[in-house]
T-cell receptor, first 116, second 109 residues
């Protein structure tokens, strides 16, 4: 499976600021995904990011709040904009496993965000 | 709303025990199913993909019942290192995954 890294691994931010999270993969992948995992909860998909097209957002998530870039097949960023304490969460990127039709995903180590 | 439901546990078992987790999914169109393992403060790691009616990988056996829309995971001869949260996952729309909230397993000496 691909090796996935995320930066930063954790951050503490002030209300009203924005944070950009980077996700780097060691091989080219078609599909990248961004998830949020709030304390005690499971993973919730924020959006799917494909290179060369606009990200596709899930219900409840909007581009103004979570703008995403996907400039090439190995890299993506997620920005959490105008943060509030409710945005405190772990943010994870994942990539498609590459096996046709299986929809397996592999995850980066996550970014632990605390908003004060 | 497409859901995956799991018993949150925790399941407390002694080493060597056999333990089973069940989960149900609501999206009848789901075609791919998985069990992920998540250790505390770590990312989820793929444990097993669940094929057709089920499959086995060492001490782990996954079963799928499409008629009843449930998936199970059986762990035999539990090890201390099996202690983790086990996430049941079903695919939703195009390539997207829906995660259950997880079942916590604690294996004690």
């Amino acid at each position: 499976s691909a090796v996935i890294s995320q930066k930063p691994s954790r951050d503490i931010c002030q209300r009203g600021t924005s944070l950009t999270i980077q996700c780097q993969v060691d091989s080219q992948v078609t599909m990248m995904f961004w998830y949020r995992q709030q304390p005690g909860q499971s993973l919730t998909l924020i959006a799917t990011a494909n290179q060369g097209s606009e990200a596709t957002y899930e219900s409840g998530f909007v581009i103004d709040k979570f703008p995403i870039s996907r400039p090439n097949l190995t890299f993506s960023t997620l920005t959490v904009s105008n943060m509030s304490p409710e945005d405190s969460s772990i943010y994870l990127c994942s990539v498609d496993g590459g096996r046709e039709g299986l929809n397996e995903q592999f995850f980066g180590p996550g970014t632990r965000l605390t908003v004060l | 709303r497409k859901e995956v439901e799991q018993d949150p546990g925790p399941f407390n078992v002694p080493e060597g025990a056999t333990v089973a987790f069940n989960c149900t999914y609501s999206n009848s169109a789901s075609q791919s199913f998985f069990w992920y393992r998540q250790d505390c403060r770590k990312e989820p790691k793929l444990l097993m993909s669940v094929y057709s009616s089920g499959n086995e990988d060492g001490r782990f056996t996954a079963q799928l019942n499409r008629a009843s829309q449930y998936i199970s995971l059986l762990i035999r001869d539990s090890k201390l290192s099996d202690s983790a949260t086990y996430l049941c996952v079903a695919n939703g729309g195009y390539s997207t995954l829906t995660f259950g909230k997880g079942t916590m397993l604690l294996v004690s000496p």
